[in-house]
């Protein structure tokens, strides 16, 4: 610490009476620790108390989490997510001022597969973060994201849930919370998926599917749906009905730029709000959305939070490789010169949550197959969608083999390649014997996703429940267009 000290001491020393630098700003007994913005500087205890107190606040003020409802927090093993394991730690300590009421869960899913990293590589991180996991003495989930390839196909599909809770309800939980308090540690103990039980057969189809796609902006797009698919899953058939992600506002400015980039404006404040109610009965809360990077980095390294280190799909990877690495990149850059960057990008897709709140609306409209939100394809003529859709088909009609059609020479052998791509995993080869084609997935997504399929050279190493719920609804479609002259208004 005695380098960020170094670090703004001279300007500070400069401009300020050395009385106020040399003191906490909020206890003014102590020596400063950390330095969060100029003239800002907080002692290690007060730090300490500020930081605990943003992650009470932002549960508090939301009122999302019911108290004695299972939360599972999905730790990627980077700064920001294990920061928040550790605040929720703390907040089940005896000790804690306000104890939070809420049971956790901590699932880790293991990507290892797509970086090329070897088995026995991923072991060894695998068993770092099990060592992690078994010391919080939570129940944990290590899952392979091959797991991915054998989702079912309810994952797409969102179940009938109960109007939305109010602030009445969430008193009378409280209440029952409060009189039936009996120690609520009812535990399991942790489980691991091996890796080494995946087999290699998913290994090899997970790495097809993500080599398909030709950008690294659709890969990262898709690797995003799939994690989140495989979270979902976990959290359903695990009975937890609320998702924690880590995501601190340094990370949300970039992804609310980037998305915006990515033609995702219109599901902005899901992807970046605090609550996420795209799935129905499993809500994902970002409740580090108020602290920024350099405060997480400042927290872990004073209070020793551990952290793994896990190379992800953009390691290595340039500045101008992707979309979302542009951003990242310009986001960062601008930071450095201006610090209000990040928050002044925060505080306009909180603005965004708001005005955009209105899961009612939302929820019996059709939904996008990859990531689940409401379709923003309906949207009216002069969208810049319909822009896109006209000049696609102007050019369609120039070159009727278009090349957003990729696959349209390789479906002619079909019968050869079917029997050697699945190996097994369809059931009863159903998957092969109607494949997918773009254009018909494409009338299932939204903007954004359309967008990431049209990246792709085929849709052959699409996971199974993807291809099944597509064709499910392409049924339903076409049977309700058949039947349409013999319905009654
Ligand atoms: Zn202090
Ligand atoms: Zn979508």
Redesign the pocket.
């Known amino acids: 610490m005695c380098q960020v000290d170094q670090t703004y001491s001279a300007p500070m020393g400069s401009l300020d009476t050395p009385s106020i630098s040399k003191l906490c700003v909020k206890c003014k007994v102590h020596p400063p620790a950390v330095l969060l913005r100029v003239g800002d500087p907080y002692c290690r205890s007060c730090f300490n108390d500020y930081f605990i107190h943003k992650f009470r606040a932002m549960l508090g003020k939301n009122r999302v989490i019911f108290p004695g409802e299972k939360v599972l927090l999905a730790v990627s093993g980077g700064p920001s997510s294990c920061s928040m394991l550790h605040q929720v730690q703390e907040g089940l300590s005896v000790n804690a001022h306000k104890k939070l009421r809420f049971t956790p869960g901590i699932v880790f899913i293991d990507e290892g597969a797509l970086t090329g990293r070897s088995l026995e590589d991923r072991n060894k991180t695998n068993s770092e973060l099990k060592a992690l996991f078994e010391s919080t003495g939570l129940p944990f989930y290590i899952i392979p994201l091959e797991h991915v390839l054998e989702l079912p196909i309810s994952v797409l599909i969102q179940p009938h849930v109960r109007s939305t809770e109010s602030a009445t309800s969430y008193k009378v939980a409280v209440a029952e919370f409060d009189q039936n308090n009996q120690s609520v540690a009812a535990q399991l103990p942790g489980q691991e998926q091996d890796p080494a039980a995946v087999s290699e057969v998913h290994t090899l189809k997970l790495q097809q599917l993500m080599a398909s796609v030709k950008t690294h902006t659709a890969r990262d797009e898709l690797l995003c749906t799939l994690r989140q698919h495989l979270l979902l899953h976990t959290a359903r058939s695990e009975g937890y009905s609320k998702l924690m992600l880590g995501d601190s506002c340094t990370r949300l400015a970039m992804k609310l730029l980037s998305n915006i980039s990515l033609g995702r404006g219109a599901q902005a404040a899901l992807d970046t709000g605090f609550s996420d109610s795209r799935y129905g009965d499993v809500i994902a809360v970002r409740p580090m959305r108020d602290y920024s990077a350099k405060e997480i980095a400042y927290y872990n390294h004073l209070f020793s939070v551990p952290s793994v280190f896990i190379p992800g799909l953009d390691f290595k990877t340039s500045d101008k490789d992707s979309i979302q690495r542009l951003t990242e990149g310009f986001v960062i850059k601008l930071q450095s010169e201006f610090p209000s960057t990040v928050s002044t990008i925060y505080r306009t897709s909180e603005k965004l949550q708001t005005a955009c709140e209105a899961p009612t609306a939302l929820n019996d409209s059709p939904r ?1 197959v ?2 689940l ?1 409401a379709l923003d394809t309906a949207a009216e003529n002069a969208s810049a969608f319909q822009a896109t859709m006209i000049s696609e088909q102007l050019s369609q009609k120039k070159s009727p083999q278009n090349d957003c059609l990729p696959t349209h020479k390789g479906s002619t052998d079909k019968t050869q390649s079917s029997s050697a791509d699945c190996s097994g995993l369809c059931h009863g080869g159903s998957c092969c014997s109607n494949r997918l084609e773009p254009m018909e997935l494409k009338t299932l ?2 903007y ?2 359309q967008l990431t399929i049209k990246d792709m050279s085929s849709l052959e190493h699409m996971p199974n429940y993807i291809i099944s719920e597509t064709q499910r609804r392409l049924r339903r479609s076409q049977m309700k267009a058949e039947i349409s002259n013999f319905l009654l208004d």
């Open positions: 996008c990859l990531c939100c997504l939204c954004s996703c």
